[in-house]
């Protein structure tokens, strides 16, 4: 069952990064700046990514700590909690700069359970 929870999360995971990285497929930064619908779609996937992570049972987020967990679920919880102070330019190099490792690091967790 643990695993099965795990797998379930780590997919959703995959998931959201693969809905932000369409939704900002040919999309330039001074755009995505301007167009707060887009903005919004990514920023829930980014509340998808930390409450997914949250969820993770301790042993996977010990075992793999070579992600930063702690900063995948705060950066949610501003999003959820204190979304007057989501920053906009943190959100675009989030999804562009630190989301493909996290996919690539994601995917080998789950081809290990």
């Not at 049972?57 to 999003?79: C, F, L, P, T, Y």
């Not at 204190?82 to 995917?107: G, H, Q, R, S």
């Amino acid at each position: 069952m643990m695993n099965e929870k795990n797998k379930w999360r780590l997919t959703h995971i995959i998931e959201a990064i693969e809905y932000i990285e369409d939704f900002l497929e040919g999309v330039e930064k001074d755009t995505f700046f301007k167009d707060y619908e887009k903005q919004s779609a990514v920023v829930r996937q980014f509340e998808i990514i930390g409450e997914a992570a949250n969820g993770l049972d301790s042993n996977i987020i010990g075992a793999n700590s070579q992600i930063k967990w702690h900063e995948v679920i705060s950066m949610r919880n501003v999003m959820i909690h204190d979304y007057f102070e989501v920053n906009i330019d943190i959100v675009w190099d989030t999804a562009k700069i630190d989301l493909p490792d996290l996919k690539k690091k994601v995917k080998n967790i789950l081809f290990d359970l």
